[in-house]
């Protein structure tokens, strides 16, 4: 995967905190700033086209059914 260098200035105070937040999150500088910028300028996330008609309505097999689920514990009431 091909990817771009991308050079920008930003104030000293700004670099600061960066750093200690990329020091936090355990990752590089550089990596941080790049998780940063796929957040926040990345593709956003959608449904992929026809997802809901591919899905829903798909279930080829016997009926679903759901199990008895038994009856409920008795419990004391409050006091």
Known sequence: MLMAQ??????DEIE??????ANKAG???SRYL?????SQ???PEEWPEGYFEQVFG???GERL???PQGDYETRRGLE
């Open 58 to 60: 798909g279930w080829q």
């Open 34 to 38: 790049a998780e940063l910028v796929k």
């Open 6 to 11: 991308l050079h920008f200035y930003v104030p």
């Open 16 to 21: 600061r905190r960066l750093r200690e937040r």
């Open 41 to 43: 300028a990345g593709e």
């Open 27 to 29: 990752v590089s500088l």
């Open 65 to 67: 059914e759901r199990a």
